[in-house]
């Protein structure tokens, strides 16, 4: 994965972010999400095993799957600032 940024928000969400992992990959057990521990090289790995997709299609996945997840996070934050 090439954006570091990317990797980043990942990293530092992941706790969050594990459970939508679940979510979002149903074939990862919760052993595989245990092993990520936010590291996306491991998740992109576990994908690719899982779902016998390519590195590049695992990356793609990824990619759009922490953008959708991110935009969904700023458009919360906004609505409850928004609300006080």
Known sequence: ???NSLRDRI???WKQ???AVH????????NDVEQ???DVTVLAGK????????EAEASKQIEHWANKF?????KQSKSDT???
Do not use: C, F, P
């Open 17 to 19: 972010l594990s459970g």
């Open 36 to 38: 990520i521990k936010g």
């Open 23 to 30: 979510h979002e990959w149903g074939k990862l057990t919760h």
């Open 11 to 13: 990293q530092g969400n």
């Open 47 to 54: 994908i690719q095993e899982r779902y016998g997709v390519t």
């Open 1 to 3: 994965m090439k954006d």
């Open 70 to 74: 991110h935009t969904h996070q700023r």
């Open 82 to 84: 928004q609300a006080n």
